[in-house]
Nanobody, 120 residues
Framework: QVQLVDSGGGLVQTGGSLRLSCAASGRTFSVYTMGWFRQAPGKEREFVARINWTGGTTYYADSVKGRFTISKDNAKNTVYLQMNSLKPEDTAVYYC?????????????WGQGTQVTVSS
């Protein structure tokens, strides 16, 4: 079994910052990519950011470019999302996502989600 444990959400005022973390653990695996999606009430889950584990190339949704930064710690199999200049429209449940290879099979895994609320 593989587990993704995401954390770091909370309540913050407009313009504030939060840092999310997500750690992958369990069976022996290789990480291909890790990233974040979010889902606001009544909306579909949407892509936020992703980082390639080898090389570190990053990708961002246009809505968060320049405000959010994704980073990783390979030794800890952990990905971070530094969120600055938060806006009320960033309010959502944020889900960690990882593409992991286990015994030559590549699969996607999800964290349990962490709530981010930005008050105006």
């Amino acid at each position: 079994q593989v587990q993704l444990v995401d954390s770091g959400g909370g309540l913050v005022q407009t313009g504030g910052s939060l840092r999310l973390s997500c750690a992958a653990s369990g069976r022996t695996f290789s990480v291909y990519t890790m990233g974040w999606f979010r889902q606001a009430p009544g909306k579909e889950r949407e892509f936020v950011a992703r980082i390639n584990w080898t090389g570190g190339t990053t990708y961002y949704a246009d809505s968060v470019k320049g405000r959010f930064t994704i980073s990783k710690d390979n030794a800890k199999n952990t990905v971070y999302l530094q969120m600055n200049s938060l806006k009320p429209e960033d309010t959502a449940v944020y889900y960690c996502n990882a593409e992991l290879e286990i015994a030559t099979t590549l699969s996607a895994y999800w964290g349990q989600g962490t709530q981010v609320t930005v008050s105006s």
